[in-house]
Structures are given as C-alpha cells and as structure tokens.
C-alpha cells in the first residue's frame, strides 16, 4: 500500500482538499500556522512539519515495465503534518475547537484514502484535483510532553488548537531516466545444446482416491515423453497396456487393473520418469472397498455427441452428475446437474441428451470436473472430463 506523487507539495494539496470537502470548511490551505483569533471563521493550516525516508523501502528493485524496460525505486517517505485550527469569538477559540475535532474524526474513521480522489465514485466535480495514485494512510500520532514542547518551539506562533498526522507510504517518483531492458540472451549469444534438464513434475492423480484395479489420470509436467510410472514400489513403463500417454506427454490414463492389481488400500508413493529423469514422490491412494467412487475416463478426451459410460464402485445408489469447470467457477449456471441412467454398483451411464444432457455442457471450457452423488448427501471424488469441440 503505497500513493506516488510527482511532487511532495501535492500531498498537502490532497489533504486540503479532502478536508475542505468533506468538513465543509472553505479557508483550508497548505502553509504556515497563523494566530487562533486571526479571524471568527473557522480555518485551517496544513503544515509539513518534516519528511523521513522510510528504511524498509531503501533496498526497493526497480519496477520491470511491460516493455522491458526498468524505472528506478521511488523515494519513500513518511510525512508528517502539523495541522492547526483558527476561529475565536472574543477569545473563545469555539470554531477553533470545532474544526478540530470534525478533522481528527474524519481521519479516525477513514484512515485510508484512494487517489486519486477525483476518481471515487461520488466525488462532485471540480472537488478533487487529479493528484497522486494508490493508497494513503493518515494517522493521528500520539503525543508526549516532550515532543509537544519540541514541535511548538520551533513554530513562530502561540499554542493553539492541533493536531499531527502522520501521512505514508509517500513516494515521489524518481528523477533519474528510465533503464534500458536487459539483454535477452547471456553474452556469447544463444547456447543450443541441452546440458542439464528438469525433473519431472506430478500436477496430480484424479480421482483421488482411485478404486482398487480402477483407472486414474495423472497430469504431468515433463520435459519429453514419460518412460515409465512407479507407483508403491511396482513399475509399468511406456508402451505397456495399462498406460495410455497423450501426444503431449500429459495427461497420463494408468489402469491399476492391468498394470499394478496389486495395490491394496491406502497411500502409495508414485514417481513419473522422463529424459531419464525421476519425479519427486506424489501419492496415489487407493479407496477402502465400501466407499462410492468413479474411474477416470477411458479416452483422454469424449465426444459429447455420445453417452460417457463410467466404471467404478458402490453406485448403486447414483441419483445424479455434476459438472463443474476445472478452472473455477464463475457464476451458479457454470455448474451443471446432470441425470443418469444404467446405474449399477459397478458403473452408471451420463447420456449425451437429456434435460440437460452431456451435450448441453460447452466444450470449449478446458477441463470439467465430474462427481456423482450418490444417496442424499454422498459424493465420489471428482474425475477430469476433456470434451472434444
């Protein structure tokens, strides 16, 4: 949080302003303090008492701008304001005390301020000059008798009614010219030859968890093709029958019915090797006999013209599908209910028409998420659906 002016007077500028408009006191003015019976009328004076740089913000990068280039730190500064009221009525500073108290309440409750204040929803026009941009804190600092005793021997004029607002983060933008972008190759220019690669990385398994002997979809990122997938200690490599590899390298479909019938129950490691290189472990767990869940898809992408027949366990009591966008929602209509039909406890069917159907849901969303309730209140672990165009 941070406001950047071009100028430091334009921060007393902007607090002039806000104070006149939303005190309702005309004579408010950056500048000097004057004697409190100088006139009946009540009047202020923003004072800039002194200026410190603020020492987290000595090391600031500069900003990288979306052409390249780099513009230097800004100066950050916390200011403070001395900020003093005028207005007496045969010595009675009354209007005095009155503006006072209206301007530390209007700080107190709005101790943040989001320039420029021109572009507020609300702001009448003419109000607000077109200064500064981000966010401005105004605080009332707490005083001592000591500090009271400095600030006031250094001022030309009487005690009178005050108060001192502290104003930051203020950044003054930089005077020096902007840098030039960086080179956009190393010195020596571009090295063609692979010397070292990355490892594999596992996105995630889906459904999580899987039936035991079920399919699950593994998204990977890889330099090359996977060469094989480890999982609790047993390896089915590329070109096996219980994998399926998308020309891309990801999403991997591995049917633990065919390659690893093995596993049982519970968490097993599981590692992806590319470009001889090994994964760092992610987990594949492996559901309990009685919990309801779905297979992933038996084709790394479905026509939605035709009914998606999905295996998996304890459906037998399926009411419905769900459908939602893998990359989050956006509005309630983005998730779709979907019927069912041919329901069995070792599958069920979602057909392609109905009302709605498979083939109401729009293809060019990327992923689907697909769960099944089962009972009232019972759902599988979602599956990943690619819908062909």
Same mark, same amino acid.
């Given at each position: 949080m941070a406001?950047?002016?071009?100028?430091?007077h334009?921060?007393?500028?902007?607090?002039t302003e806000?104070?006149?408009?939303?005190?309702?006191i005309?004579?408010?003015?950056p500048?000097?303090p004057?004697?409190?019976?100088?006139?009946?009328?009540?009047?202020?004076?923003?004072t800039?008492?002194?200026?410190?740089?603020?020492?987290?913000?000595?090391?600031?990068?500069?900003?990288?701008?979306?052409?390249g280039?780099?513009?230097?730190?800004?100066?950050?500064?916390?200011?403070?304001?001395?900020?003093?009221?005028?207005?007496?009525?045969?010595?009675?500073?009354?209007?005095?005390?009155?503006?006072?108290?209206?301007?530390?309440?209007?700080y107190?409750?709005?101790p943040?301020?989001?320039?420029?204040?021109?572009?507020q929803?609300?702001?009448?026009?003419?109000?607000?000059?077109e200064?500064?941009?981000?966010?401005?804190a105004?605080?009332?600092?707490?005083?001592?008798?000591?500090?009271?005793?400095?600030?006031?021997?250094?001022?030309d004029?009487?005690?009178?009614?005050?108060?001192l607002?502290e104003?930051?983060?203020?950044?003054l933008?930089s005077?020096?010219?902007?840098?030039?972008?960086?080179?956009l190759?190393?010195?020596?220019?571009?090295?063609?030859?692979?010397?070292?690669?990355?490892?594999?990385?596992?996105?995630r398994?889906?459904p999580?968890?899987?039936?035991?002997?079920?399919r699950?979809?593994?998204?990977?990122?890889?330099?090359g093709a996977p060469?094989a997938?480890d999982?609790?200690?047993?390896?089915?490599?590329?070109?096996?029958?219980?994998?399926?590899?998308?020309?891309?390298?990801?999403?991997?479909?591995? !049917? *633990?019915?065919?390659g690893?019938?093995a &596993?049982? %129950?519970g968490?097993? #490691?599981?590692?992806?090797?590319? =470009? $001889? +290189?090994?994964?760092r472990?992610?987990?594949?767990?492996?559901?309990?006999?009685?919990?309801?869940?779905?297979?992933?898809?038996?084709?790394?992408a479905?026509?939605?013209?035709? !009914? *998606?027949?999905?295996?998996?366990?304890? &459906?037998? %009591?399926?009411?419905? #599908?769900?459908l939602?966008?893998? =990359? $989050? +929602?956006?509005?309630?209509?983005?998730?779709f209910s979907l019927?069912?039909?041919?329901?069995?406890a070792?599958?069920?069917?979602?057909?392609?028409?109905?009302?709605?159907?498979?083939?109401d849901?729009?293809?060019?969303?990327?992923?689907?998420?697909?769960?099944?309730?089962v009972?009232?209140?019972?759902?599988?672990p979602y599956?990943?659906?690619?819908?062909?165009?």
């Amino acid at each position: 949080m941070a406001a950047v002016f071009s100028d430091l007077h334009d921060v007393a500028q902007v607090l002039t302003e806000h104070i006149r408009e939303e005190v309702g006191i005309v004579d408010v003015q950056p500048g000097a303090p004057r004697d409190v019976a100088a006139t009946t009328e009540a009047g202020a004076r923003i004072t800039l008492l002194y200026a410190t740089p603020q020492p987290t913000h000595r090391s600031d990068p500069a900003e990288r701008r979306p052409d390249g280039t780099r513009r230097p730190p800004p100066l950050s500064l916390s200011c403070f304001f001395l900020v003093t009221t005028t207005g007496a009525d045969a010595d009675d500073p009354i209007a005095a005390h009155h503006t006072l108290g209206r301007i530390m309440s209007l700080y107190h409750d709005r101790p943040v301020l989001v320039l420029p204040l021109s572009d507020q929803a609300g702001a009448p026009p003419g109000a607000f000059s077109e200064l500064g941009e981000g966010q401005l804190a105004v605080v009332q600092v707490p005083m001592s008798l000591e500090q009271i005793d400095k600030i006031w021997t250094s001022v030309d004029v009487q005690l009178q009614p005050w108060t001192l607002l502290e104003v930051a983060p203020v950044q003054l933008v930089s005077l020096l010219e902007d840098v030039a972008p960086a080179p956009l190759v190393r010195p020596g220019g571009v090295g063609l030859e692979v010397r070292a690669g990355t490892r594999p990385l596992v996105l995630r398994v889906t459904p999580e968890p899987v039936r035991r002997g079920g399919r699950a979809r593994i998204d990977v990122l890889a330099q090359g093709a996977p060469e094989a997938v480890d999982a609790g200690g047993n390896t089915v490599p590329a070109g096996d029958a219980a994998l399926t590899v998308a020309p891309g390298g990801s999403p991997i479909l591995l !049917d *633990l019915g065919v390659g690893l019938p093995a &596993l049982g %129950e519970g968490a097993h #490691a599981l590692t992806v090797r590319a =470009a $001889g +290189l090994i994964s760092r472990r992610a987990v594949l767990r492996v559901a309990a006999a009685t919990a309801p869940v779905i297979d992933a898809p038996a084709a790394l992408a479905h026509d939605p013209a035709t !009914d *998606l027949v999905l295996a998996g366990a304890n &459906l037998a %009591e399926a009411q419905e #599908a769900v459908l939602w966008p893998d =990359a $989050g +929602l956006t509005a309630p209509p983005d998730v779709f209910s979907l019927p069912v039909a041919g329901v069995g406890a070792g599958g069920l069917t979602v057909p392609s028409n109905g009302a709605p159907g498979l083939a109401d849901v729009p293809a060019r969303r990327g992923p689907w998420r697909l769960a099944i309730r089962v009972g009232e209140r019972v759902y599988t672990p979602y599956v990943l659906v690619e819908l062909e165009t």
